[in-house]
């Protein structure tokens, strides 16, 4: 997965959950009901950042992971 802004990303599917890492923090967030297609969008997209900002960041509940 490389971005310049996402380190890495991991999806569970059966809560729906979408861990995002991001650069340089290293700081992991948690996403919300983050529907499989989502998911698999994100994964595809040429520009990690742009469909994080685009589809994500604004539209699911979220929390900083410790």
């Known amino acids: 997965m490389p971005s ?7 999806n ?3 809560t729906r959950i979408l ?3 991001f ?3 290293g700081k ?4 919300e009901d983050v529907a499989p297609v989502t ?10 950042g742009r469909f994080f900002n ?3 960041r604004d ?3 979220y929390r900083r992971v410790a």
């Open 4 to 10: 310049t802004v996402i380190r890495n990303a991991q």
């Open 12 to 14: 569970d599917p059966a």
């Open 19 to 21: 861990s995002v890492w």
């Open 23 to 25: 650069v340089p923090s």
């Open 28 to 31: 992991r967030y948690d996403y």
């Open 39 to 48: 998911y698999a969008a994100f994964t595809k997209a040429s520009s990690k």
């Open 54 to 56: 685009e589809f994500i």
């Open 59 to 61: 539209r699911h509940r």
